[in-house]
């Protein structure tokens, strides 16, 4: 079992009556579940050998808030009738709209960022239970989407070589 895939089981556990402190602590793990899911697609495809010294380099890479600005670029704005794609794409000439799956990956991980952010810095408002809920399935859906139905492969590996190389950037 993988790091991120411990990272999501234990997202998943919940007390019969959680406290406020265990439904943050659920978010944050969520979110990291997530990211760690993605920083670890993207080693398998820049560093196929999974050099240790390699993979331990790649780990330093992406940063949480440069990834949320990848990933936001996908995500649509109320009314917009095109499908966005990052500055970044549009600059390298990429020649399509990326697909349903990876819009649905990036939707879920900037949502997925934006709630680990209130969960952790705004102590001050209550996580209900419902939300903490729909955010640990938002985790579960992007681990589908990326071990079991799958983002078509060339937007995936654009998205991976984005991820490492953007990944400071932001």
């Not at 969520?30 to 993979?55: S, T």
């Not at 705004?122 to 139905?149: E, M, S, Y």
């Amino acid at each position: 079992m993988s790091y991120a895939d411990e990272l999501l089981a234990l997202a998943k556990v919940s007390s019969s009556n959680p406290s406020d402190a265990e439904n943050r602590r659920r978010v944050s793990t969520a979110y990291y579940a997530v990211f760690h899911l993605i920083v670890e697609e993207a080693l398998v495809l820049i560093n196929p050998l999974r050099e240790p010294v390699a993979d331990n380099l790649g780990r330093r890479v992406p940063t949480h808030t440069g990834l949320k600005s990848l990933a936001a670029g996908f995500v649509a704005q109320a009314g917009q009738k095109t499908v966005p794609r990052p500055k970044q794409w549009a600059e390298a000439n990429y020649d399509g709209d990326p697909s349903p799956e990876l819009v649905e990956l990036a939707t879920k991980f900037v949502s997925l960022h934006s709630f680990r952010e209130r969960a952790d810095y705004d102590l001050g408002t209550p996580v209900p239970l419902l939300d903490v809920q729909n955010q640990v399935d938002h985790a579960g859906d992007v681990f589908d989407l990326v071990r079991v139905k799958g983002v078509p492969t060339r937007d995936w590996r654009l998205f991976l070589v984005s991820v490492m190389l953007l990944g400071r950037k932001g």
